[in-house]
């Protein structure tokens, strides 16, 4: 059977169109990876993997925060997580400041930085509540790494716990 060349070139393309945003949430689902060449980078595989599960519907795939705090975070910030996690020092996700979560109005930018030290900063709406999350970074030798958790909406310091 002959087809018309439109035909053929648009059922080609149908399977790559359709897989598309399967492939845009298996890479915004996978687990944390081994950035930190940039402090763009490290704010948007931290705040992109959560944006996966909570943009939307708020039913993506879930991430790990120990995988990220184990990646990103210096080992005295990672240290300090896990010690309130251990301690259920938090009953919340550190990344969007609630238990449950629906994220709109999402925005990331670097708002600080010089040679050796960065701020990334996630502002958006969980659950049509501001939140402004900061992420200040230190260069340590070629990666750079997370040294604090700051909240721009109401007094947090993840350091600050220590």
């Not at 087809?3 to 945003?21: D, F, G, K």
């Not at 240290?79 to 259920?88: C, P, T, W």
């Not at 990334?120 to 958790?149: C, H, P, Q, Y």
């Amino acid at each position: 059977m002959h087809r018309p060349r439109e035909q053929t070139t648009i059922i080609q393309r149908a399977p790559t169109v359709c897989l598309l945003p399967l492939l845009i949430g298996a890479i915004g689902a996978a687990p944390a990876r081994a950035g930190g060449s940039d402090p763009q980078v490290v704010l948007d595989e931290i705040f992109g993997q959560m944006d996966a599960i909570c943009g939307g519907d708020g039913n993506g795939p879930a991430y790990d925060l120990y995988a990220i705090s184990k990646t990103y975070f210096t080992q005295e910030l990672e240290k300090i997580f896990e010690n309130a996690m251990a301690s259920d020092d938090f009953g919340f996700d550190i990344l969007i400041d609630a238990q449950d979560c629906r994220t709109t109005d999402f925005d990331l930018a670097i708002v600080d930085g010089s040679d050796g030290s960065a701020t990334g900063r996630a502002t958006f709406k969980n659950m049509g509540e501001e939140r402004i999350i900061d992420l200040v970074m230190t260069k340590s030798g070629e990666e750079w790494k997370v040294s604090d958790v700051v909240y721009r909406h109401r007094p947090f310091s993840l350091l600050a716990r220590e």
